[in-house]
């Protein structure tokens, strides 16, 4: 039998991903060491909360066996991760960014958590899922060490398929709060409290927790009901740039 | 001081609003009497498991307080409506119809329950908005005396209002499915599991139950993010009309 080894971890970033991650990671088995940030006066009351040690120099990370570059894109590929130490893993957070930008560290990977994080709001990380890709097996398997300590539903997806991922959770995410966003217009333009749709939001995502979303689409574009469908095109005369995706939206639903 | 009134309810139909409003009633302090139903085999379960007569003749239905209409928009606006009782308040359950197909009947209003329902999945009718329109204060009074003993959550909202509100869920419920729906079939040609993408759809709706979505907006949309934003687009090339959809309700985050 193998005794369970604690992995050493440092965390590159003070955003909101590596925020959440901190966390998760002071709740598991292992630990963490470092947290590396430009900006040591934002992040004190988070290191001292998650009593682990600060360093604006990301050279002096040492001993430790996993980085987790958690910082904007465009960070990711500059210099300011060029001098992490050689014999640890060195994996970044991103969902867009190819692994291949770490290909100068002989042990690399991804740790991909795909959730909307936010400063504001706690969220329980067991059921975030990580995405994680290696460039070894040797590597794979002490990502996947420290993912199944932090969270339920940890998958292997590689680098063509995170594309793919990312894309789909700009409609899952973001385009998704772009439609409650109009709705929330419309009900403030009409002198209505947005409080009247929430429940029907949080129900509509409840429904396709265990449905397929195709099953359970409902509306008078999938019943093709041209006379609600023409009222409504009328309701947004006023409208242009709403009244486009109504409509294109809703031959999508009908072309289904 | 006045003794809280038990009212004595019928309800047309069998559908997804009759059938959970009927239960709702049931659990209630007021009295459901009658399902009235064209189709008498359908209903019976549910007439016996919420203990109501079963008919099928509207003019048999009598001595009740409020007949709630809770069938098909089409329907509505038929005979089948015509021979209900004088004496009682006859309200309707649609989101786009309006009060005055009602006119003939002295006593009349809407009683409209904003959320989705589905037979296969019990809900808490408590959480469930209803808006209230009456053709008069007494008849306004009784409705609410109703449906404050079924939700918590009672608005008045008047015809104008209603019609903006039903174009406004659509928005919140159908076109938020399809972007669900179309984040399903990008994990499928990815050989994904849409599993990975549900928590993120949890989330996205629950942060809105307490934020503006314009203040919780991200992505690379609201980031202006050419370079993402372009490679997503080319991803999209052997789909035109998402590709379409991507574009232009990225284009409205930008606009915002």
């Known amino acids: 039998m193998i005794a369970k080894k604690i992995l050493n971890i440092a965390i590159i970033g003070t955003g909101n991903v590596a925020t959440h991650l901190a966390y ?40 430790v066996d996993i980085v987790i570059i958690a910082i904007k894109d465009e960070a990711l590929q500059s210099d300011y991760i060029s001098q992490l130490p050689e014999n640890a893993i060195i994996c970044h957070t991103s969902g867009s960014v190819p692994m291949n930008v770490l290909k100068n560290y002989s042990k690399h990977g991804i740790f991909y958590p795909l959730q909307t994080f936010s400063k504001q709001k706690k969220l329980d990380f067991s059921t975030v899922p990580i ?47 772009l439609m409650y966003d109009i709705s929330e217009n419309l009900c403030q333009e009409s ?22 979303p195709s099953e359970v689409q409902t509306g008078p574009a999938a019943r093709n009901d041209k006379k609600i469908i023409d009222a409504h095109l ?4 006023q409208h242009p740039d709403i009244q486009n995706i109504y409509k294109i939206l809703t031959q999508e639903i009908i072309k289904k």
């Open 191 to 212: 002198g209505l409290d947005f409080d009247i749709l929430r429940p029907l939001i949080h129900e509509t995502a409840e429904k396709v927790q265990f449905h397929k």
């Open 234 to 237: 009328q309701l947004l005369d």
């Open 24 to 63: 998760a990671i002071k709740d598991s088995s292992h630990k963490l060491q470092w947290i590396v940030t430009r900006n040591k006066l934002q992040a004190q009351a988070f290191a001292q909360k998650t009593q682990t040690s600060l360093t604006n120099h990301i050279d002096e990370v040492k001993a």
């Open 131 to 177: 995405c994680l890709e290696a460039n070894s097996d040797e590597v794979f398997t002490k990502l996947e060490l420290l993912a199944k300590d932090l969270s339920d539903k940890v998958y292997k997806v590689n680098s063509e398929q995170r594309k793919a991922l990312h894309l789909a959770a700009v409609f899952a995410c973001n385009f998704t709060n």
